[in-house]
């Protein structure tokens, strides 16, 4: 089976990037993570800090989990730290590390 991953790119303002990044993660990724192993939804997840200002956070879904839930769970997770955002961009067609066609 293809592998289903939902990706929230998190663009977060310049003047908040490195003193807030953590509070991002806490206060979003974290507890987004939580609830989504919590519904057995996510096989498995990681963030990647990008010199852009942004943070990549990705989510494996199990085989036969909703993408629409998972992503009304990420995205209103991240609404407590959109005052540290300048944008947040969902993308739903990352093909995931191990797809050939991914090059």
């Not at 939804?41 to 010199?51: A, G, K, N, V």
Request: overall charge negative; some cysteine.
């Amino acid at each position: 089976m293809v592998e289903q991953w939902y990706v929230s790119h998190i663009f977060m303002k310049p003047e908040s990037y490195q003193k807030e990044r953590d509070r991002v993660l806490l206060d979003a990724v974290k507890p987004a993570v939580e609830a989504l192993d919590a519904k057995k939804l996510i096989q498995t997840f990681h963030f990647l800090f990008e010199p852009n200002c942004e943070i990549l956070f990705r989510v494996r879904l199990v085989d036969g989990a909703s993408m629409k839930d998972v992503k009304t769970i990420v995205e209103g997770k991240l609404q407590p730290i959109k005052d540290l955002c300048s944008k947040i961009d969902p993308e739903e067609t990352y093909p995931g590390e191990g797809d050939p066609s991914a090059d």
